[in-house]
């Protein structure tokens, strides 16, 4: 199966209203590492984490430091702007080998 | 500007003829990648060098081949493209090669008629 389980896989929203995204892992990760991807197709680094939570902004993500099996991201109060495909990433394969999830595709909506 | 830059944008070619794509990063990074997005937008790690050595070779079709200048430039080249390869090809950079943040260049989306 896949090393790395994004959900949902589509997701939208309409403008103002929270939203959390989940990263499962069959393993411990040691990392994870969230990206989004607009329309014209460039992966921006949105977090990455070792352990713990980090927060830019609106945008906030939590890595579970115990079992380090899981990730989150969360969105708040979304704007039109947020829309896009969300990845999450883990070296599953070795230390030198990043393997992403297959996506989640948000629409937010006005 | 620090990032890491790729051309051309979009390319279009015909079944056979051979292809390169550019990839430059200005953020000093040590470690550069290459990856593959096909129409499922599924991303698969194909190559990275580390200062110019070849660290990971993904089960690629030998027609696809890594050019390392120096550790800030890294170019693919397609010798004889099949309509399977198109997709878009995204370059990365990271500082070192074990457990790193990666950041990604804007792709190149190739076309095979």
């Known amino acids: 199966g896949d090393q790395v389980e994004q959900s949902p896989s589509a997701l939208s929203l309409h403008e103002g209203t929270d939203s959390a995204l989940r990263c499962n892992f069959t393993t411990t990760m040691r990392s994870v590492q969230w990206f989004r991807q607009n329309s014209r197709g460039s992966l921006i680094s949105l977090f990455y984490l070792a352990s713990g939570t980090k927060e830019n902004g609106r945008l906030k993500s939590a890595f579970d430091s115990k079992e380090r099996r899981y990730s989150t991201l969360h969105i708040r109060d979304a704007q039109l702007e947020d829309s896009g495909t969300y990845f999450c990433?883990?070296?599953?394969?070795?230390?030198?080998?990043?393997?992403f999830g297959k996506g989640t595709q948000l629409i937010i909506q006005p | 500007e620090t990032a890491v830059f790729q051309t051309p944008n979009y390319h279009v070619t015909q079944v056979g003829n051979e292809v390169s794509f550019n990839c430059k990063q200005t953020?000093?990074?040590?470690?550069m990648y290459w990856y593959k997005q096909d129409s499922k937008k599924l991303l698969k790690i194909m190559f990275s060098?580390?200062?110019?050595?070849?660290?990971v070779n993904e089960t690629v079709p030998r027609r696809f081949s890594p050019q390392s200048s120096d550790k800030a430039h890294l170019n693919l080249r397609i010798k004889s493209v099949e309509p399977e390869d198109s997709a878009v090809y995204l370059c990365?950079?990271?500082?070192?090669?074990?457990?790193?943040?990666?950041?990604f260049g804007p792709g190149t989306r190739l076309t095979v008629l």
């Open positions: 990365a950079s990271s500082w070192g090669h074990n457990y790193a943040e990666q950041f």
């Open positions: 953020l000093g990074h040590d470690t």
């Open positions: 990433a883990a070296y599953t394969g070795g230390a030198d080998r990043l393997t």
């Open positions: 060098y580390n200062n110019k050595q070849l660290i």
